[in-house]
Structure formats: C-alpha cells, structure tokens
T-cell receptor, first 113, second 117 residues
Framework: DAMVIQNPRYQVTQFGKPVTLSCSQT?????MYWYQQKSSQAPKLLFH???????NEADTPDNFQSRRPNTSFCFLDIRSPGLGDAAMYLC????????????FGPGTRLTVT | AQKVTQAQTEISVVEKEDVTLDCVYE???????LFWYKQPPSGELVFLIR??????QNEISGRYSWNFQKSTSSFNFTITASQVVDSAVYFC??????????????FGKGNQVVVIP
C-alpha cells in the first residue's frame, strides 16, 4: 500500500499560471517535506512542516508556498511558475525531525510551457 | 562546503559483478545520521539504510552491505552480484542533530549505477 501519495504524477502548466501539487500520507508522521529535484541533481529541500510549524529554507524563492491543513495532507503552491521551475517535486515524511529516515512519494514531474 | 561527497558519478558494471559506492561525509557534530537512498528510473527515492554516529557496525541485507568507518568519515555501500534491477541512482545523505534537532538531509550528488546484462 502506498504510504506517501503524490498527485498528479505529471503536471503541465503554462508560464505564470499558478499550480498546486498535493501530497498525502498514511503514516501519521509529524514531519512533511517538499523537495525540488532537477535532472541529474540531488533533491533540494524547499521547506518542511513539523506538525503545523512551517520551516522555510533560506534560499527557497518566494514563488513557492506550502500549506498543511492537517496531518495527512500537504500542498505545494507555485504562484507564478517560470521555465526554471520545471523539475520533479518530491514529498517526503518522517516520524519526528531528528534522525529518522524520510519516506518519499513517487514525485510529480512539472513541465512549464 | 560540501558535506557529503560521492566521487564517482556514473559506474557501469556487468551483471553479477560487485560494485562499491563510496561516500565521504563531513560534520562537526558528534551525533549524526547517515542514510543511503536508491532512486530507480521511476523517480521515487527508496530508503535503504540508516546508521547513527554511535553505531559503527557494518550491516548486510541480502546482496547489499554497508561499511561505516568514523575514522575515515566514510559510509560505503556495496552491491554484491549486481542485477539489472540494481540500475539506479544511489544517494548518500547526512543528517546532523543540530540544536533544534532538525532533520535536514544533506545529499551527495549521487552515483548512477548501470548494470549491463
């Protein structure tokens, strides 16, 4: 059974048109993360939630926002996608913040036209 | 400064050969955690192993084995008798305990392993 689910798997959006990616988990984990991964690169952390506490990485552009309405769901909003935002977006969860492994979803491949 | 170094970018092996992936890390923390993840072509990162800084025991899981040596700051990964299904990108990652206990993962650049039938 899938534990971290991401929808959609593939998303095409137009330059400047807002887009929302969703992530849900059945693990009841406290922490949820969003990563951006470009081709042939390691995942790059955008932000994470510890329960309801939001933690933004210093170099995450303002164009990226996130919402976590409850334990199970987390959303990534890209307000005005640019061509440079085309990437794989990975959602992950972990039990608590320190030292526990992160479990990743299958990712959403975002294309910006 | 890069905290996790995976020097070999792409490694090709013939099926049934062994392959070792090197991971060298850098940290000032005494408490830290090391991980290996596998990313097959489908894109999902699959957790393989976690090791904390106080546990230097090597581990074997099927055809996978890990060698953790604090003296050389290395956490190497060996696939024995490789199979085509092992073709993937493998990431080594470091999590430092830190004051606030955050679980930020510092990934290495990854090793692309290609197993040739």
């Amino acid at each position: 059974d899938a534990m971290v689910i991401q929808n959609p798997r593939y998303q095409v959006t137009q330059f400047g048109k807002p887009v929302t990616l969703s992530c849900s988990q059945t693990l009841n984990h406290n922490v949820m993360y969003w990563y951006q991964q470009k081709s042939s690169q390691a995942p790059k952390l955008l932000f994470h939630y510890y329960d309801k506490d939001f933690n933004n990485e210093a170099d995450t552009p303002d164009n990226f926002q996130s919402r976590r309405p409850n334990t199970s769901f987390c959303f990534l909003d890209i307000r005005s996608p640019g061509l440079g935002d085309a990437a794989m977006y990975l959602c992950a969860t972990s039990r608590t913040s320190t030292g526990y492994e992160q479990y990743f979803g299958p990712g959403t491949r975002l294309t910006v036209t | 400064a890069q905290k996790v170094t995976q020097a070999q970018t792409e490694i090709s092996v013939v099926e049934k050969e062994d392959v070792t992936l090197d991971c060298v890390y850098e940290t000032r923390d005494t408490t830290y955690y090391l991980f290996w993840y596998k990313q097959p072509p489908s894109g999902e990162l699959v957790f393989l192993i976690r090791r904390n800084s106080f546990d230097e025991q090597n581990e074997i899981s099927g055809r996978y084995s890990w060698n953790f040596q604090k003296s050389t700051s290395s956490f190497n990964f060996t696939i024995t008798a490789s199979q085509v299904v092992d073709s993937a990108v493998y990431f080594c990652a470091l999590s430092e305990f830190g004051f606030y206990g955050n679980n930020r993962l510092a990934f290495g650049k990854g090793n692309q392993v290609v197993v040739i039938p």
